[in-house]
């Protein structure tokens, strides 16, 4: 018997969710940590998210992970959420949300070269690989490493974090492409959370975040970003992202990578007054066409 497809309305939210939530989680951070510690906040945000999750799937009937699936799980989440997502939030005390979410657009050019060095990768081809090199001109251009001071100087170790950031989360996704007999996905998710927010609670500790912790000092606007980073960001935005991976094209899901880091630009712009410069929009545009044509050529190429 042949499953029907969802409707068309279900699309259009998942995808809607997918753009909006994690264009606008980069901003959250950015309030959050203005009276957050870093490492700790993103911690407490996934052991929270990931076991609602998890909890909410065992209640559905769901089977308890293997621990062959645990240690699948918390190795990518010590590489999706530890390095992928504690290191962006980290940066984000120096770096502003856009600029970030401009830097880790180029996730798929990292991505790329990750599935190249993996063994038995495949080596890109001409397009692709001139499509690299200009994306990678792109983040160049934007991070400026020549500029240490005026308006447009980024933070050096906050740009070189959000690098490290998004190699990380490239080797992550392709672990987790290579895992065999996962969990479903949203178990995996739940699992990876859970496992990532380990990782971070032993960062936090060795960055000092506990000792900095200062409950009462903690504004308003702060709980406000930490609630929605658990509740919108993390469980919408991922449940979204789960649910397009089950029921659309990987091409499709994939224009996420070029659609969020236009919504964080807007929204850092719009309500925190983020520098919205020419050397931005142009080298926004650069990096974000070249993932563009990546994107394009790896769906060509596996149809």
């Known amino acids: 018997m042949t499953v029907p497809s969802p409707p068309l309305r279900a699309y259009v939210l998942a995808f809607t969710t997918l753009y909006l939530v994690w264009g606008s989680t980069y901003l959250a951070i950015r309030v959050g940590v203005e009276s957050m510690p870093p490492f700790a906040m993103a911690a407490a945000r996934f052991a929270l998210a990931g076991g609602v999750l998890l909890a909410f799937q065992l209640w559905r009937g769901a089977a308890w992970p293997t621990p062959r699936q645990w ?19 980290w940066a984000e005390q120096t770096v502003p949300s856009g600029i970030t979410a401009l830097l880790i657009g180029a996730g798929p050019l990292f991505v790329v070269l990750a599935e190249w060095a993996w063994p038995g990768g495949t080596r890109p081809d001409a397009i692709t ?71 971070l609670a032993l960062a936090a500790w060795v960055n000092g975040d506990y000792a900095a912790w200062n409950t009462s000092a903690i504004t308003p606007q702060g709980w ?45 712009w719009l309500l925190l007054d983020e520098p919205l410069g020419p050397r931005t929009a142009v080298a926004g545009a650069v990096i974000l066409g070249a993932v563009l044509v990546i994107t394009l050529r790896r769906s060509a190429a596996k149809t």
């Open 129 to 199: 690989f001139g499509a690299m090199l200009i994306g990678f001109g792109g983040v160049a251009w934007l991070a400026a490493p020549w500029e240490r001071t005026g308006a447009g100087a980024l933070d050096p170790a906050g740009v070189a974090a959000i690098t490290l950031a998004t190699i990380s989360w490239a080797m992550g996704a392709i672990y987790s492409r290579h895992v065999r007999d996962p969990a479903p996905p949203f178990v995996t998710a739940g699992a990876q959370m859970l496992g990532g927010s380990v990782a």
């Open 71 to 89: 240690r699948s799980a918390a190795i990518s989440g010590c590489f999706l959420l530890l390095g992928g997502n504690g290191l962006v939030t």
């Open 224 to 268: 406000a970003a930490f609630a929605y980073l658990v509740l919108v960001g993390s469980l919408a935005g991922y449940s979204a992202f789960a649910w397009l991976t089950k029921h659309s094209t990987p091409a499709k899901t994939a224009t996420f990578a070029y659609v969020n880091p236009v919504v964080a630009v807007l929204l850092g």
